[in-house]
């Protein structure tokens, strides 16, 4: 079972930025598409960015231009650069693994994000 463990959240000022790891516990990018979601308090979790196998990346209209999504494939991890920090950026943001093929959905625990003055 593959396991995802997140880490880079914390508190930050409004136009500040923060860079989300997720480190996977196999080599998975080659038949796993990966992304970010997130969850703020009172809402439903909603896809920020993802990231295909050939490096094809999306991202959420709210987020585009300023976080971006990548991986190292050497090291199992998938980064999220979030930049231009926004107050509505504040969630809880989960990694995720994606297999199309079987339907698999495998979860990291979750990674506080805090936009705040």
């Known amino acids: 079972q593959v396991q995802l463990v997140e880490s880079g959240g914390g508190l930050v000022q409004p136009g500040g930025s923060l860079r989300l790891s997720c480190a996977a516990s196999?080599?998975?990018?080659?038949?796993?598409?990966m992304g970010w979601y997130r969850q703020a308090p009172g809402k439903q979790r909603e896809l920020v960015a993802t990231i295909f196998r050939y490096d094809t990346t999306t991202y959420a209209t709210s987020v585009k231009g300023r976080f971006t999504i990548s991986r190292d494939n050497a090291q199992n991890t998938v980064y999220l650069q979030m930049n231009s920090l926004k107050p509505e950026d504040t969630a809880v943001y989960y990694c995720n693994a994606h297999r199309p093929s079987t339907r698999e959905d495998y979860w990291g625990q979750g990674t506080q994000v805090t936009v705040s003055s």
């Open positions: 196999e080599s998975i990018f080659s038949i796993y598409v």
